[in-house]
Nanobody, 123 residues
């Protein structure tokens, strides 16, 4: 089992930056593709970014490409999401995820989820 705990969310003005962290415990995440998803109230959870187990390959949703950067430190069992040039529409609950197949047939195929951290971007 893998437990994921997100941190780093908060309130920021449009154009600002935040860095989310996802600390894993229970077992090493070094063999898992990791990623981030987000969900706004009343909407479905959507894919944001994914990083391969080695960190050598990344994929981003079009809505965040060029603004967000996913990275990982397998020695620390931690994944990060650097979010720059934030927009009000980025306001969501952000979830860390482990074991993300690609292409992703559906969110139900993700192996593990964190509890989420709230990001609110004011205009």
């Amino acid at each position: 089992q893998v437990q994921l705990v997100e941190s780093g969310g908060g309130l920021v003005q449009a154009g600002g930056s935040l860095r989310l962290s996802c600390a894993a415990s229970g077992r090493s995440i070094s063999t898992y593709a990791m990623g981030w998803f987000r969900q706004a109230p009343g909407k479905e959870r959507e894919f944001v970014a994914r990083i391969s187990w080695s960190g050598g390959a990344t994929v981003y949703a079009d809505s965040v490409k060029g603004r967000f950067t996913i990275s990982r430190d397998n020695a620390l069992n931690t994944v990060y999401l650097q979010m720059n040039s934030l927009k009000p529409e980025d306001t969501c609950l952000y979830y860390c995820a482990a074991g993300i197949p690609w292409p992703l047939p559906g969110n139900q195929f993700v192996s593990y989820w964190g509890q989420g951290t709230q990001v609110t971007v004011s205009s």
